[in-house]
């Protein structure tokens, strides 16, 4: 017979920390403990923030990206350049691109990359959507993918898709790391990279 240390309550939040990225059940038990002993300044608050933003944050529209509001405030923005739309995988990679305050423009998440092995086809992803953004006022669509195989696949069906729109496709200067790997590069180099983009 299994035998319990603790009440189904603390199990049931110790198993749902370890399903966040970076916790195993050891630092997901470590993590309950210190939420469970700081109640008033750590769990209390806590809970409420998680229920506030299962209410209140939505997916936008227009681009992708989460925010209280949609279109998000970064669609809504008019001092934005309204004509550069840049393509990233992830959510996280916008927040990358916005922390290091290098782009000033319009973003498009795809919600991910073509995984044909995994079933993930074009309409899986946030591609559509793009293609019916990609008019005037837009210019130019900038691909900040990851420099993987899929995200190049990705990078060249986007291209076939907006090719004889009118609309000039770029991408990252070669051998820049996007995505994943976007969260440790430096200011610098990201403003490098997308001021040395180039044709796709
Ligand atoms: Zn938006």
Redesign the pocket.
Known sequence: MNRKSSGTEIERLIALLARLPGLGHRSARKAALTLLKRRADLLEPLAAALSEAAAKIVE??????I?TV???????DPRRDQALIVVVEEIGDLWALERAGVVGA??HVLGGHLSPLDGIGPDRLNIARLVERAVPPVKEVLLALNATVEGQSTAHYITEQLQGGGIAVTRLAQGVPIGGELDYLDEGTLAAAIKSRRAM
């Not at 949609?70 to 809504?76: D, G, K, R, S």
């Open positions: 936008c529209q227009t681009c992708g990206n925010d949609t279109p998000c405030t970064i669609c809504q319009l973003y």
